[in-house]
């Protein structure tokens, strides 16, 4: 069983930034691939950031070279940094996890959090 409380949303003008976190409890979270989806109203929940067990990094086309995501396993946390936002980045900001690799679909996830709305104005 793994518990996952994600943190830090808010509201934030186009251009800003802010960073997410997420805390997961379990004793193998090193071994977790990491992963950020989002949803906004009658939308399915997409993808947006993935870390691997080994570091390697993913994020889909629309977040990257804006987005950051990262691991602290000594903490068992996970951070989305995210700069320049714009309007359409906002939606409940969802963290999961996955046995070492991360797959893009949210059917392949069993654990998540409540989520953390992220709203950002032009």
């Known amino acids: 069983q793994v518990q996952l409380v994600e943190s830090g949303g808010g509201l934030v003008q186009a251009g800003g930034s802010l960073r997410l976190s997420c805390a997961a409890s379990?004793?193998?979270?090193?071994?977790?691939?990491l992963v950020w989806f989002r949803q906004t109203p009658g939308k399915e929940r997409e993808f947006v950031a993935a870390?691997?067990?080994?570091?390697?990094?993913y994020y889909a086309d629309s977040v990257k070279g804006r987005f950051t995501i990262s691991r602290d396993n000594a903490k068992n946390m996970a951070y989305l940094q995210m700069n320049s936002l714009k309007p359409e980045d906002t939606a409940v900001y969802y963290c999961?996890?996955?046995?070492?690799?991360?797959?893009?679909?949210?059917?392949?996830?069993?654990?998540w959090g409540q989520g953390t709305q992220v709203t950002v104005s032009s």
């Open positions: 379990g004793r193998t979270f090193s071994s977790y691939a």
């Open positions: 870390i691997n067990w080994n570091g390697d990094t």
């Open positions: 999961t996890v996955r046995l070492r690799y991360y797959r893009i679909s949210p059917v392949d996830y069993g654990y």
